[in-house]
Structure formats: C-alpha cells, structure tokens
C-alpha cells in the first residue's frame, strides 16, 4: 500500500492467501489458531480457542490487509471475499455493553463478563484494552457504539476509570497490569501495543483536540527521565513517540495515510532517498501549545485530519500553527 514492491508480491499474495484459508500448525509458528471455526462461525468460539476475542479482531483485520494486496494484484473476487471477512469483528462486538466480548459456539456471549478480567478471551489486556481492535474500521465501529459522542465518551472514560485489573486466567499480576496501575491514566495501557491507536480515534470521531491532548501529555509524562511507558519489545514504543512527535501517528498500517497529532518540536526534517526532505514545522510551539489550529501542506490548508504516506515520502512541508487552547 506504501508502494513497497521489492519482492514477489504474487507469491507473498499467495502465501497470505493459504494462510488465511487453511489449517496450519499454530503450535509451530504458522496459520491461525481456529481457523475451521472462524471461516464457519464468522468468530472464534470461547470455549474452543483461548484468547478468542484477540483471534478474531487479529484475523478480521488480517481479512483487510490481505484485501488490499489483492486488490492491488487486480483479483477483485478474492478481495470482496476478504473485505467481507473483514467485518467479522462485528459478530462479537455486543451493543449492550459497547465491549468486544467472548461468544460461545451455540451463539450466547460467554459469561461472567467481567469488564476488568485479564486474559482470555483477550490478550495481555481486558475488554478495556481490546474495545477498539478494529483499526482498519474504526468508523464502523463508532456508529456500532452509538455514534462520536458516544465514541468520545468512552475513550474519556477509560483514560478516567480507575486502573483496576483482575488478573483472570493469569492467576498473578504481570508486568503489564503493574505498568497500567502506576500511572495515572485509567484502563490506557500504554506499555502494550493494543492501546497505541486509541489517542488518535479522537481525530476520527470529529474531536483532534482530544488527540492532541492526550499525545502530548504521553509524550511529556510517560517518556522522561522518570518515566518510561513499559518494555521496549520490538522498538513499539519508540516508534509510538516518534511518529508522535513529528506529528502524525498510522491509526491503520493496512492503509497508507496517517491521522495529524500533536508536533512536539518546532522543527524536525526527515532526509529521505534521493536527497528529497520533508520538513515538519510547529510554530509557537512550547510547552502549553499543544493544541492545533492550523496545518498547511506544500502551503496549502488541510481541513481533514489525515496526511498521506505518499505526501510524505515525496518530500513536503508540513507547517502546524500551534496555540494553548483548542479551536
């Protein structure tokens, strides 16, 4: 999607297809776990595949990316039948109570839902963490959640609700509950990578300041002398902050644009192949202007809240317009 193109995509295609659609060995590193159960039911059931709530969302938005390729490959039925599939994150999202939640075979949601379990059927998370694990259709699931206002709620909600755990399946607390619980921002925990999107969802929803917010206040009190956010594992927290801080984070890495933050230097140049540059700008920037109320490209205004990744590669001038309160 970011015009990568340096390998057989044909047969990478084809590869990301079989794994997809037949059973594999997930025990040894390849095909996903329940994959009968998912092409048959839509999800994968509670009671036959631990971390099934996880399994789903993974696959359904692993239904969109392969979608993309092969689109771009020009097979037009196989990616109808794999953005279908993609919308499967839909068969356990339960509108009584706004969560991703666990579903048995015969259909019932399985229960006790307890909103704070660690664990199956999630992942090093809660309902909490894994509420918003549809990346690449994120509109979506805000209408199904009642619409922005109702979207925007609950994000404040959870940077808000006390950081309570309950360590589930796991039987004791881990590292990751312990980080959640030390800093004050409610069930937002930033030391795993399920939450990295979350703080750019306000953009979506219609609120950037909220984005812009929350980014910043991240970026100032969690990656300091004092502070650190959780382990590094595999560079996700640095790239979190770095993205960040130029301005602009991928809500959706299946999809070739970014959504605009909140810059944190005045200026930041990134040198690109072939001696091309993009240039970030911030103007009045400083500690207390975290807030947006301009951004021009190559000079002219962005409305939207959005950047493309082929903007930036090509090299282009991004100037924000920075003030203390928001718009």
């Known amino acids: 999607m970011k015009g990568i193109r340096a390998f057989d995509l044909a047969a990478a295609y084809a590869s990301l297809k079989k794994h997809a659609t037949q059973p594999g060995d997930p025990a040894r590193g390849y ?23 996880a399994e789903t969302t993974d696959a359904a938005y692993g239904d969109f990316c392969i979608a993309q390729v092969a689109q771009a490959l020009g097979k037009s039925e196989d990616a109808a039948i794999f953005l279908k599939r993609s919308q499967n994150w839909r068969n356990l999202f339960d509108p009584g109570t706004g969560f991703l939640r666990g579903k048995l075979s015969s259909g019932v949601w399985q229960e006790p839902f307890d ?11 809660s309902a909490w963490q894994h509420r918003w694990d549809v990346p690449h259709d994120i509109q979506g699931l805000v209408d199904a959640m009642g619409g922005n206002d109702h979207a925007i709620a609950a994000l404040e909600k959870m940077l808000a609700v006390s950081p309570v755990f ?32 979350l703080l750019y969802i306000f953009a979506v929803a219609g609120r950037p300041d909220r984005t812009q917010y929350w980014a910043r206040r991240i970026m100032t ?16 927290m640095a790239a979190w902050f770095l993205l960040s801080a130029m301005g602009f984070y991928p ?20 040198n690109l192949p072939g001696g091309r540059q993009t240039v970030i ?13 301009a951004l021009l490209v190559d000079g002219k205004p962005r409305t939207t809240s959005t950047i493309t990744h082929d903007e930036i590669v090509r090299g282009a001038r991004l100037t924000f317009s920075m003030r203390n309160q928001p718009l």
């Open 281 to 293: 700008e911030a103007g009045g920037q400083n500690a207390a202007a975290v807030y947006v109320s």
């Open 115 to 125: 909103q704070f379990a660690w664990g199956s059927p999630y992942v090093e998370g």
């Open 166 to 197: 309950h360590v589930g399946v796991y039987g004791q607390e881990i590292h990751e509950m312990s980080e959640m619980a030390a800093v004050n921002f409610g069930q937002y925990a930033h030391s795993n990578q399920p939450v990295h999107h």
């Open 221 to 236: 009190e969690l990656y300091s002398p004092q502070d650190f956010p959780g382990d590094e594992d595999t560079g996700s």
């Open 31 to 53: 095909g996903r776990r329940g994959i009968e159960d998912y092409l048959h039911f839509g999800y994968v059931p509670a009671e036959r595949v631990q971390q099934s709530v």
């Open 251 to 270: 809500l959706c890495p299946g999809k070739a644009e970014y959504v605009t933050g909140s810059p944190l230097f005045e200026r930041i140049t990134l």
